[in-house]
Antibody
């Protein structure tokens, strides 16, 4: 059973960079044909797809965040990471990592989510 | 404002059926058979219940079904149970630039 777990600071100051890591267990991040995604959800609001990465390092991002986002993968550690720069209070949200099976455009496994608050 | 439009709320009594709509455009819902639905209970991560418009992942009851007509997709929950009370989100593939867009979510109440 694949499991995903987000980790990182719960508080980030405005204008700084939000950095999160997702650790995948129960299987190799390189096995199968999957993309690895980040999705966020502000309190009381809907879901927003942030971006994805393949294990070969190919990335795609939400155009609304593209200028501030970078997703990377470390297959040796079975992890992938999110960096979101120049954050504001509007970036306060629960951040989820999720697995996207290629060819489905769906997210079949999710992490439990981690709350990141942007505040001075 | 979300890319896909869902009604903010829906409700039904136990045993009844309820349908939730998800309206997009020809660039997303209408253009691809890649609509997914997620169930989210309070404080929990979303759970995939429908993918590729009509397919159910292993373990999802057949009370949940999906369909699509034109630019609108629908999720039907039959034989409503108390545990079906949750938020439901649709998503769609939106092409090589946008990739994935979500609906704003629908709160389903079991009366």
């Amino acid at each position: 059973q694949v499991q995903l777990q987000e980790s990182g600071p719960g508080l980030v100051k405005p204008s700084q960079t939000l950095s999160l890591t997702c650790t995948v267990s129960g299987g190799s991040i390189s096995s199968g044909t999957y993309y690895w995604s980040w999705i966020r959800q502000p309190a009381g609001k809907g879901l927003e797809w942030i971006g994805r990465i393949s294990t070969s390092g190919s990335t795609s991002y939400n155009p609304s965040l593209k200028s501030r986002v970078a997703i990377s993968v470390d297959t040796s550690e079975n992890q992938f990471s999110l960096n979101l720069g120049s954050v504001t209070a509007a970036d306060t949200a629960v951040y989820y990592c999720a697995r996207w099976p290629a060819g489905t455009a769906s997210f079949d496994y999710w992490g439990q989510g981690t709350l990141v608050t942007v505040s001075s | 404002q979300s890319a896909l439009t869902q009604p903010p709320s829906a409700s039904g009594s136990p045993g009844q059926s309820v349908t939730i709509s998800c309206t997009g455009t020809s660039s997303d819902v209408g253009g691809y058979d890649y609509v997914s639905w997620y169930q989210q209970h309070p404080g929990k991560a979303p759970k995939l219940i429908i993918y590729e418009v009509t397919k159910r992942p292993s373990g999802v009851p057949d009370r949940f079904s999906g369909s699509k007509s034109g630019n609108t997709a629908s999720l039907t929950v039959s034989g409503l149970q108390a545990e079906d009370e949750a938020d439901y989100y649709c998503s769609s593939y939106a092409g090589s630039n946008n990739l994935v867009v979500f609906g704003g979510g629908t709160k389903l109440t079991v009366l």
